[in-house]
């Protein structure tokens, strides 16, 4: 009886008897990576030889045991405790999918766990979305998840291998903040966004969105973000005149209506000033039919020269603002300068007639009276003066003329019969003698 016990047993392990099928484990693995068979039992077998085999588990069909050491495509480990056993496959390839077994030897028929294994390409995925951003500017990714996986691990990596993602990882939902990544999951829109901040050339590229499952291959979604140089931003240059009013125009995309419009000042437009908020000259008009909003500058000052920038977008994207060089030329008086020439001669008139006036006064009536003509002639050419403020190149030519008159005034002096003066008579006498014959 024992002997035909015996040979039963030895002829069901050879043939590796599968007796039982315990549900069905589904394993998906990555080509050219490691795809891991899990598989638990009973506590009454900690201490039996655990082995996985392929298609009927003949003799030929057993890959390794837990009494055998590690092969080239194969390794096995036995967790007692946790009651698992876990065959790793290395270097998967399309050949390898297929059905496997999980065998556990005891006396009698063995206990096996079928197994379906599948190979997949190691890339993601058919749809990729798209995101546009540039130098400098935060932007925000979102990843759209399935309501069964509110509570599960979320996390982004670059690249577009879905096998290493994981240990990659930017930023988990464990972590939620690292460096320049944020991680948001709300799980009512059943949503996570990851927020990038500074970004910089060197960002762009190829991203995985991941949601992890134990059992499992997790679940990506893919995005491919470009970040572009910040350049080429529409530059005008305007110029103003200070105590004139100015209006500033800025158009925007027809999108932006509902957005806040501003106007700020600075040379570069992450430190500039919001001049609206800040100065009372300032005023913003929006005229949502032609997409532009206009600022009117009451009157202008000398220091609001500079660099402005107007738009409707807080994310500073290209061609959603404007960037204003505004130039301010000081106010002209217009007044009137007295040219020099007449200025020079009044200057000497007014010397000579002051001398004139002090000289010693001679002892009869006409003297006294060529004096008193001086004072006349001064008050009339001083009247002169006055009107070529106004009337300038008249005055130049009556006061050449006049000159002209005074300084032939000491000819007169044979029509007063006196004598003829001295040769060596100076301006000075001449000027005042000259004064004398005009009063006459």
């Known amino acids: 009886m024992w002997s035909f016990q015996n040979l039963l047993l030895t002829i069901c392990v050879a043939l590796r008897c599968v007796i039982s099928a315990v549900g069905m484990i589904h394993v998906t693995g990555y080509v050219g990576r490691d795809a891991n068979v899990s598989c638990s039992y009973d506590q009454n077998y900690v201490s039996h030889e655990k082995y996985l085999c392929k298609n009927d588990c003949g003799n030929s069909d057993v890959l390794i045991t837990t009494s055998q050491a590690s092969k080239t495509k194969y390794s096995i480990y036995d967790d007692t405790s946790a009651r698992i056993f876990t065959t790793s496959i290395f270097d998967l390839q399309y050949t390898d999918a297929g059905k496997y077994w999980c065998g556990v030897m005891r006396t009698g028929k063995d206990i096996y766990t079928e197994v379906k294994l599948k190979s997949v390409q190691d890339s993601c995925c058919d749809t990729v979305t798209k995101v546009q951003s540039y130098e400098g500017h935060s932007e925000s990714v979102s990843c759209w998840y399935e309501s ?151 009157e202008l000052e000398a220091a609001d020269a500079g660099t402005y920038w107007c738009g409707s977008d807080s994310q500073w994207r290209v061609g959603n603002y404007t960037k204003i060089q505004l130039s301010v030329d000081a106010g002209h008086y217009v007044g009137y300068t007295v040219p020099p020439l007449l200025l020079l001669l009044m200057c000497v008139f007014a010397v000579l007639v002051y001398k004139c006036k002090h000289q010693k006064a001679k002892d009869n009536e006409t003297v006294m009276n060529i004096n008193a003509q001086n004072e006349d002639a001064l008050e009339e050419v001083m009247r002169v003066a006055e009107n070529h403020i106004y009337e300038s190149q008249e005055v130049v030519i009556y006061s050449n003329k006049e000159t002209a008159e005074l300084q032939n005034a000491g000819n007169d002096y044979e029509d007063l019969g006196e004598d003829e003066p001295d040769l060596n008579v100076t301006t000075e006498e001449i000027f005042c003698n000259g004064n004398f014959h005009i009063a006459n």
Do not use: M
């Open 148 to 298: 069964q996986y509110q509570n599960s691990l979320k996390y982004i990596c670059r690249g577009n291998q879905p096998s290493t993602c994981l240990q990659q990882a930017l930023i988990t939902s464990d972590t939620k903040q690292n460096a320049r990544f944020r991680l948001d999951d709300d799980k009512v829109l059943g949503t996570f966004t990851v927020n990038i901040s500074s970004l910089t050339r060197n960002d762009s590229g190829s991203y995985l969105c991941g949601v992890h499952r134990s059992s499992e291959l997790d679940v990506f979604s893919a995005v491919e973000l470009e970040v572009e140089e910040w350049c080429c931003v529409k530059s005008t240059k305007i110029n103003g005149t200070a105590g004139h009013p100015l209006t500033l125009q800025c158009p925007y995309p027809p999108q932006h209506l509902d957005n806040r419009k501003f106007l700020c000042k600075g040379d570069h437009r992450n430190n500039c000033t919001d001049i609206l908020r800040s100065r009372s000259r300032f005023t913003l008009q929006d005229d949502a039919a032609s997409s532009s909003f206009t600022v009117r500058v009451t």
